[in-house]
């Protein structure tokens, strides 16, 4: 199951630089997990979670997988993007294809560094990106309805749907709020995704602060993050030099370098984590003596579905879930233990897979 969150920024914010640290951390990581893709303009990266670490040892597992996260670059943005200005075509086409956008803020100042529209205004910025979107969103409503106007004709009850789908969108979107703002009932809601409208996808703003901030955050990250309590957004602190600084070091050289700097850890696993969580996203655990996995699934899938994640035929051939929480394995220093405390339970088809849970499935097939 993959989760793709698009980096977005207007030129020289510092977008490039993150994006890199974030592929050099991949590639570093490609040696030890498996299933690691680096592409020119994608990073896949595992999520920081130091469970998976303490049932593997439990466990004495041999291999620790990790679950993943991917980052997309997506190509610069200039004011007009939305009528193709700069890259903008291909900006709005790339954006179409992320589950989530990190906008990359910035918040620092430097007289060697042009900002784009002459000023440090991270606030500003994000607006002007929001209003490109919301642009192109509105023009893409207004032609798609307009094709709809013959099916409306003949009553097809499915282009109805769409259409007043697209109307509520349409009204936010005049009314100048993006389309992530229309709330939408729980029955409408597949059909509202299938509309991939790009205001409509969730928002984490990265405040790219100067070196002697990343701890503490400025004044610039400050109005960003009210900005984003305001909207229902997450922001997220982070130094994109420290940040491609710390990509390059060996392990034991980052714990010295954040403890200089100051930082319990790097900010890349807080803005993979805050990318995890904004999505609404939650893991679960298969542990044994070959490997310890950490799997994705949304939060809310039932124990079904999140064995389809492993492979389909788990899922089409579902029995029953054996299930430990996280804790009760820990507790019990793995299965055996937390059989004897009581914590071992067998769980069906609608059961409701909780973060954390430590999963095996058993199936026909």
Same mark, same amino acid.
């Given at each position: 199951?993959?989760?793709?969150?698009?980096?977005?920024?207007?030129?020289?914010?510092?977008?490039?630089?993150?994006?890199? /640290?974030? !592929?050099?951390?991949?590639?570093?990581?490609a040696a030890n997990f498996p299933f690691c893709t680096i592409e020119?303009?994608?990073?896949?990266?595992?999520?920081?979670?130091?469970?998976?670490?303490?049932?593997?040892?439990?466990?004495?597992?041999?291999?620790?997988?990790?679950?993943?996260? !991917?980052?997309?670059?997506?190509?610069? $943005?200039?004011?007009?993007?939305?009528?193709?200005?700069?890259?903008?075509?291909?900006?709005?086409?790339?954006?179409?294809?992320?589950?989530a956008i990190a906008h990359v803020l910035r918040c620092f100042e430097?007289?060697?560094?042009?900002?784009?529209?002459?000023?440090?205004?991270?606030?500003?910025?994000?607006? !002007?990106?929001?209003?490109?979107?919301?642009?192109?969103?509105?023009?893409?409503?207004?032609?798609?309805?307009?094709?709809?106007?013959?099916?409306?004709?003949?009553? #097809?009850?499915?282009?109805?749907?769409?259409?007043?789908?697209? /109307?509520?969108?349409?009204?936010? $979107?005049?009314?100048?709020?993006?389309?992530?703002?229309?709330?939408?009932?729980? #029955?409408?809601?597949?059909?509202?995704?299938?509309?991939?409208?790009?205001?409509?996808?969730?928002?984490?703003?990265?405040?790219?602060?100067?070196?002697?901030?990343? /701890?503490?955050?400025?004044? *610039?990250?400050?109005?960003?993050?009210?900005?984003?309590?305001?909207?229902?957004?997450?922001?997220?602190?982070?130094?994109?030099?420290?940040?491609?600084?710390?990509?390059?070091?060996?392990?034991?050289?980052?714990?010295?370098?954040?403890?200089?700097?100051? $930082?319990?850890? /790097?900010?890349?696993?807080?803005?993979?984590?805050?990318?995890?969580?904004l999505l609404g996203l939650q893991t679960y655990f298969t542990v044994?003596?070959?490997?310890?996995?950490?799997?994705?699934?949304?939060?809310?899938?039932?124990?079904?579905?999140?064995?389809?994640?492993?492979?389909?035929?788990?899922?089409?051939?579902?029995?029953?879930?054996?299930?430990?929480?996280?804790?009760?394995?820990?507790?019990?220093?793995?299965?055996?233990?937390?059989?004897?405390?009581?914590?071992?339970?067998?769980?069906?088809?609608?059961?409701?897979?909780?973060?954390?849970?430590?999963?095996?499935? $058993? *199936?026909?097939?």
């Open positions: 199951m993959g989760f793709k969150m698009g980096i977005v920024g207007l030129p020289n914010v510092g977008k490039s630089t993150l994006f890199n /640290a974030l !592929t050099r951390t991949a590639a570093a990581q020119p303009n994608v990073g896949e990266v595992a999520v920081p979670d130091a469970r998976l670490d303490t049932l593997a040892r439990i466990a004495g597992s041999k291999q620790i997988i990790p679950t993943r996260i !991917t980052f997309v670059d997506i190509a610069g $943005l200039v004011k007009g993007a939305s009528k193709g200005e700069g890259l903008g075509n291909q900006f709005l086409a790339n954006i179409r294809e992320v589950d430097d007289g060697d560094i042009t900002h784009v529209e002459g000023r440090v205004d991270p606030v500003a910025d994000a607006e !002007t990106i929001e209003t490109e979107l919301m642009l192109a969103d509105l023009e893409s409503i207004e032609r798609r309805r307009a094709n709809l106007a013959r099916k409306l004709k003949g009553n #097809d009850k499915e282009a109805a749907d769409q259409d007043r789908l697209l /109307a509520a969108a349409q009204v936010a $979107l005049e009314a100048g709020r993006p389309a992530r703002t229309v709330k939408v009932a729980e #029955d409408d809601a597949r059909a509202w995704g299938m509309l991939q409208l790009l205001t409509a996808k969730p928002v984490l703003y990265v405040c790219n602060v100067e070196e002697a901030k990343a /701890a503490s955050g400025n004044d *610039f990250s400050a109005r960003v993050e009210a900005m984003a309590r305001a909207q229902g957004a997450a922001s997220v602190v982070i130094s994109a030099r420290i940040e491609e600084e710390i990509s390059q070091l060996s392990d034991d050289e980052q714990a010295m370098f954040l403890e200089e700097m100051g $930082l319990s850890e /790097a900010g890349l696993d807080r803005l993979i984590r805050a990318g995890y969580s044994g003596p070959k490997e310890a996995r950490a799997w994705t699934i949304t939060k809310g899938t039932l124990a079904p579905q999140a064995a389809g994640v492993i492979h389909g035929d788990f899922e089409k051939g579902f029995i029953r879930a054996e299930t430990i929480a996280y804790a009760d394995y820990v507790a019990g220093n793995g299965e055996a233990g937390a059989k004897e405390a009581g914590k071992f339970r067998v769980e069906g088809k609608t059961y409701e897979v909780q973060d954390g849970d430590v999963l095996h499935f $058993l *199936f026909n097939g």
